[in-house]
């Protein structure tokens, strides 16, 4: 797997002409370096946090590179680094499926967690070179999605950091390792141990003996079975057709509503609670946008001032020609600008 297109693999050391071609260069690298960070941290705002203090320490510093390594590679370390600092001390994001077993649709809704409890979206047009080609996209849009992040976050960082350099941006054993500043055996070793974690994780959810996301999908956005899928999705959500919705649905398809640790699974439950505590979605519009890899909307409720108002950012993931996945994100104020959703839609 690889996180760059071709033209960006290595970027030679070169002197540069002044402050401006400094920031020409750096500002090169930034989005693979989100999309780096956002993979380490699980928050897009925290990793573009992340990233300006990496682009701040490299201005800063610049008058130390002495060029024995890429100015990416550099960057990279940096990153790393910062990353490491602001995982210290603590908890790893999750999906709310991993906290308790699935609910009924009667609820009760509960309590608010606070943000940094979630795994939280990040628009794909944030994390996907413009200019990557097909197969690129597919991978690099694979490892962004929420399952394989919520993962990860059971991850130490430095396996973390390590899993996502080796089998992600495909860095070798030894350029890792003058990353970390470790050995090419410690790294291997961590390697190893990430990748231990992460089957059993994985083998214990496909068991069923814990509760955790399934993966979905990756398919390219124009495919038109996809397009088909989502299409009548939209069609039924925005009818409200509980029957249209039913038959688009995985027979154990979830909902989940960050910042709620309430989940449900199964059409029936799902349904249920659209119809039932949920029923003001009725009269919802969606707005098409992609996050993590996967199709999104922004979903607005009917504004009894007129128009539709914000309500939720929605994740949909799919497998198999079927939607496994309703991931409706509620923290619109900051959520919809991120993603550029307007703040109302008029009548």
């Known amino acids: 797997m690889t996180d760059l297109t071709a033209a960006d693999r290595e970027l030679p050391s070169v002197e540069l002409g002044g402050t401006d071609d400094l920031e020409v260069r750096l500002e090169q690298h930034r989005r693979e370096l989100t999309a780096y960070s956002y993979r380490m941290l699980g928050s897009g705002f925290e990793a573009e946090d992340a990233v300006q203090e990496t682009m701040v320490r490299a201005w800063r510093g610049f008058d130390r590179f002495e060029g024995r390594a890429t100015l990416r590679s550099w960057l990279y370390r940096i990153a790393t680094n910062v990353c490491l600092d602001m995982l210290k001390g603590r908890e790893r994001r999750a999906r709310p499926m991993e906290f308790s077993p699935a609910r009924t649709a009667e609820g009760p809704l509960g309590d608010q967690l606070p943000e940094v409890t979630w795994l939280q979206p990040y628009p794909d047009d944030r994390l996907v070179p413009a200019n990557a080609d097909p197969a690129e996209t597919a991978v690099l849009r694979e490892t962004v999605q929420l399952a394989f992040l919520a993962v990860l976050q059971h991850l130490p960082p430095r396996q973390r950091a390590v899993l996502i350099l080796r089998e992600v941006l495909q860095w070798s054993a030894a350029e890792s390792a003058e990353l970390l500043d470790t050995t090419v055996a410690s790294v291997n070793s961590a390697l190893q141990r990430a990748r231990a974690t992460l089957s059993e994780h994985q083998s214990a959810i496909a068991e069923g003996t814990i509760e955790g996301p399934s993966s979905g999908e990756v398919g390219q956005p124009a495919d038109d079975a996809q397009q088909l899928l989502l299409a009548r999705y939209v069609d039924a959500f925005e009818r409200y057709d509980m029957d249209g919705l039913v038959s688009l649905l995985h027979a154990d398809a979830t909902l989940s509503m960050p910042p709620y ?87």
């Open 261 to 347: 640790a309430l989940w449900m699974r199964g059409a029936k439950e799902v349904t249920g609670w659209m119809t039932g505590i949920g029923a003001d979605c009725r009269g919802s519009r969606l707005i098409q946008t992609a996050a993590n890899g996967s199709p999104a909307f922004g979903q607005y409720r009917v504004d009894p001032a007129g128009g539709h108002t914000p309500w939720a950012l929605q994740v949909v993931e799919v497998s198999e020609g079927r939607i496994i996945a309703l991931n409706a994100f509620l923290d619109t104020a900051a959520l919809f600008p991120l993603f550029g959703l307007p703040d109302h839609l008029d009548p």
